[in-house]
């Protein structure tokens, strides 16, 4: 049974479709050394995967797999797709589908101050004109729909037409993972530092992964907080 958690405005979001594995699976890949078999997930089963996790024996954790389908602002997704280990995604293509484009329109006060003292990221606190900042994008998004709808209805070819639309456009795609590569992607894009609106989506990931990988999500969370002492 999928779950799905709608992001930002409501128009993203996070579906975990289908998963392969539980907490069981990583134990029985980490005893197979042994020539062991476990049928049940007993309370020793815990400690093992916390220790798997705590002393980075890894490769137990990439037997489990999901597989999400997101929708999110191409920006955001671009960054997203930096993280190429571990992972198999297929992406909609404006090549083949041309309806209407939906685009991403920040609220006001997602609206940050660029941080000068950083060389990317921003302060949490909004710009002074985020009203008409926040008009701007939202006229610049629909004009560029309209446009975009006028050069398909003059038979331009839907891979050219396609150039005009802006970054804050949704795009959706499905995504097969390992835990093991989840559980490195949550921990870099849940961090402080990596941009607000791709931590909502992390975060998202991450609470639905830990319904269906309790004791090991657990154990590489933890593991990271550790990592920071």
Same mark, same amino acid.
């Given at each position: ?5 709608? +992001? ?6 996070? *579906?975990?479709? *289908?998963? /392969? ?8 890949? #980490?005893?197979?050394?042994?020539? @062991?078999?476990?049928?049940? /997930?007993? %309370? &020793?089963?815990? @400690? ?18 999901? =597989? /999400?389908?997101? @929708?999110? %602002?191409?920006?955001?997704? =671009? ?7 571990? /992972? #198999?995604?297929? *992406?909609?293509?404006? &090549?083949?589908?041309?309806? =209407? %484009? ?15 003292? @950083? ?10 004109? #985020? ?26 070819? %839907? ?21 093991? #590569? ?17 931590? +909502? ?29």
């Amino acid at each position: 049974m999928s779950q799905k958690l709608h +992001v930002l405005d409501g128009i993203g979001f996070v *579906e975990l479709m *289908e998963t /392969f594995g539980d907490d069981l699976t990583v134990v029985n890949a #980490a005893r197979v050394s042994f020539a @062991k078999e476990s049928t049940v /997930f007993e %309370p &020793r089963d815990e @400690k093992l995967v916390q220790y798997l996790a705590n002393h980075d024996h890894i490769t137990p954790f990439f037997h489990p797999q999901l =597989r /999400f389908r997101l @929708k999110m %602002p191409i920006y955001v997704a =671009r960054e997203w797709f930096r993280h190429t280990v571990g /992972f #198999a995604r297929n *992406e909609v293509s404006r &090549r083949y589908v041309d309806d =209407r %484009p939906e685009c991403y329109l920040p609220p006001e006060e997602s609206l940050r101050e660029r941080d000068t003292n @950083k060389k990317q990221g921003s302060k949490p606190t909004p710009i002074e004109a #985020a009203a008409e900042v926040h008009e701007k994008i939202k006229e610049f998004n629909e004009t560029a729909t309209v446009i975009y709808e006028s050069l398909l209805e003059l038979k331009l070819a %839907p891979e050219i037409a396609r150039g005009i639309l802006p970054q804050s456009m949704y795009t959706e795609f499905i995504e097969t993972g390992s835990l093991a #590569a989840y559980a490195r992607l949550c921990r870099l894009r849940t961090d402080p530092q990596a941009q607000a609106e791709i931590q +909502v989506y992390a975060q998202a990931v991450s609470s639905l992964i830990e319904t269906r990988f309790p004791v090991s999500w657990r154990a590489l969370t933890a593991e990271k907080k550790e990592s920071h002492k």
